[in-house]
Nanobody, 128 residues
Framework: VQVTESGGDSVQAGGSLRLSCVVSGYIGVPTYMGWFGQAPGKEREGVAALETWFGHTYGADSVTGRFTISRDNTKNTLYLQMNDLKPEATAIYYC??????????????????????WGQGTHVTVSS
């Protein structure tokens, strides 16, 4: 299974970016997927997750109203639309998928242990 993120860039505060994630080699469809961010000198944290079948989304309080997670099933691609970016959003953003057949737990969407497959990350830099 390969997870590949793209879309990271350097932007000014207030700008927007859309990150993309493609999962290849996965048997079936991931029951959920997530985005995580790791700011310089900090631990990786959950940013947003999407439960596949009902389309329920979950996000960190810090990004509510500004970041949107979505999925294009026809392209097998997960997106993270990031609007009104702030300098504190500077981070490496990782896309993650669970083990095949993994059961989604809303309480644990932001736990790294809920995911099996990770991408290499894409860099986002927001300057003030």
């Amino acid at each position: 299974v390969q997870v590949t993120e793209s879309g990271g860039d350097s932007v000014q505060a207030g700008g927007s970016l859309r990150l993309s994630c493609v999962v290849s080699g996965y048997i079936g469809v991931p029951t959920y997927m997530g985005w995580f961010g790791q700011a310089p000198g900090k631990e990786r944290e959950g940013v947003a997750a999407l439960e596949t079948w009902f389309g329920h989304t979950y996000g960190a309080d810090s990004v509510t109203g500004r970041f949107t997670i979505s999925r294009d099933n026809t392209k097998n691609t997960l997106y993270l639309q990031m609007n009104d970016l702030k300098p504190e959003a500077t981070a490496i953003y990782y896309c993650a998928a669970p083990a095949r057949g993994g059961l989604f737990s809303p309480q644990h969407w932001a736990r790294e242990g809920s995911y099996e497959y990770w991408g290499q990350g894409t860099h986002v830099t927001v300057s003030s």
